[in-house]
Structure formats: structure tokens, C-alpha cells
T-cell receptor
């Protein structure tokens, strides 16, 4: 079945540091890939997505590229801010009988001033 | 737009009690689903629905029932609460295109349930 493996963390960075959160997946066919973010006490929000190989998703300074050859979708940001502190989830979804999102376990990011 | 609304936000139950978690969306989405979030486990699918009158089981359905009488509402029922059902529950909705691609899932703010 489908699975997503992501760096578990927690990750602690200083403001303006470079961020990478690794994500790899196992799936049949050609899934769409997503990064969701969960701020404290809130639900999940879509951060960015990519639907086919070599697509780059980007939003709020975050980027991730769909790499089919390495089955990866690593999240990067060049300069993190305190407001980026949250839990980040990598996920995949494709057509099938239940259209479900398959999530990684989440990575807690804390950015210190 | 309200998006996806879940109630209640917090709930404490005694073992054996039943309750219903409410979920409503105002985006006319066909697809609705319930997930539970547990530490170190990510989110796991409980039940889902692809339209009114159609529901099916996800990966962890035991102890939960759902129904979908309208497009807007998708309540989750705990039949006889157990401590193992202590978790944070999220409802999500989205469109269902031809092959479920390019579909952002919108999440509610969650219900934190404790079973004692």
C-alpha cells in the first residue's frame, strides 16, 4: 500500500536559517504530492502541492519538487521565521476507490528568534 | 465562507458513553472524510464518503459509524467510547475530480476527545 516517510524531528532552527524536511514516498502509479502545515491548536492547511513529476510547488517562500526517480518531495525554505513554527505533514493522494490522503507522521519545526 | 466546521472543539467522555462529532462544509464538496491524529502516527483515515448516501470504511473504522444524508453534513458517531479512542479528530472535504488529482482537502479545526 501507499506510504509516506518524513523526517520526524523535532527540528529547531534559528531565525533566517535554511530549512529542509525530507519526504519520500511509496505508491503505485502517479500520485499527487502535498505539504500541509498545522499551526498550534488549528487544523491542517495546504502549504503547497505538485501533481506530476518535476513539478515544483511553492508558497510563502517554501518550495518542494516532485522527484519521481527518487520518489521524494523534500520541503525547503531559504530563510525561516518564528511564524513558521508548526508541524509539517507530507502527504500523497491518487485516484482509486477511496481517494484518501496518506500522511507522513509529521515534523515539528520550532524557530527561535 | 465558513469552510469546514467541526463541533465540539473539546469533549471528555466516560468509557461506554456514546456521542456524535459534527462536521459541516459549505463548499458543495462531494468528498468528505474523518481522520484521527495520534502522537507519532500522523493522520489515519476512519471513514469517508464520496457523496450523499454513500459511505465506506477507511483504515481504522472499528468503533465508529458515519452517515451522509446531505452533501453538507458528515457526522461521526462513537458507539461505546473506549480509552483507545482518545485522540484529535479531523474532518476534511474536497471535490472528487476524475482521478482525485489536483484536489486540495480542506480541514476543520479538530475535536480533541478524551475518554476516561
Amino acid at each position: 500500500g501507499d506510504s509516506v516517510t518524513q523526517m520526524e524531528g523535532p527540528v529547531t532552527l534559528s531565525e533566517e536559517a535554511f530549512l529542509t524536511i525530507n519526504c519520500t514516498y511509496t505508491a503505485t502509479g502517479y500520485p499527487s504530492l502535498f505539504w500541509y502545515v498545522q499551526y498550534p491548536g488549528e487544523g491542517l492547511q495546504l502549504l503547497l502541492k505538485a501533481t506530476k513529476a518535476d513539478d515544483k510547488g511553492s508558497n510563502k517562500g517554501f518550495e518542494a519538487t516532485y522527484r519521481k526517480e527518487t520518489t521524494s518531495f523534500h520541503l525547503e525554505k531559504g530563510s525561516v521565521q518564528v511564524s513558521d513554527s508548526a508541524v509539517y505533514f507530507c502527504a500523497l493522494r491518487h485516484g482509486g476507490s477511496n481517494y484518501k490522503l496518506t500522511f507522513g507522521k509529521g515534523t515539528l519545526l520550532t524557530v527561535n528568534p | 465562507n465558513a469552510g469546514v466546521t467541526q463541533t465540539p472543539k473539546f469533549q471528555v467522555l466516560k468509557t461506554g458513553q456514546s456521542m456524535t462529532l459534527q462536521c459541516a462544509q459549505d463548499m458543495n464538496h462531494e468528498y468528505m472524510s474523518w481522520y484521527r491524529q495520534d502522537p507519532g502516527m500522523g493522520l489515519r483515515l476512519i471513514h469517508y464518503s464520496v457523496g450523499a448516501g454513500i459511505t465506506d470504511q477507511g483504515e481504522v473504522p472499528n468503533g465508529y459509524n458515519v452517515s451522509r444524508s446531505t452533501t453538507e453534513d458528515f457526522p461521526l458517531r462513537l458507539l461505546s467510547a473506549a480509552p483507545s479512542q482518545t485522540s484529535v479528530y479531523f474532518c476534511a472535504s474536497s471535490y472528487v475530480p476524475d482521478r482525485a488529482r489536483n484536489t486540495e482537502a480542506f480541514f476543520g479545526q479538530g475535536t480533541r476527545l478524551t475518554v476516561v
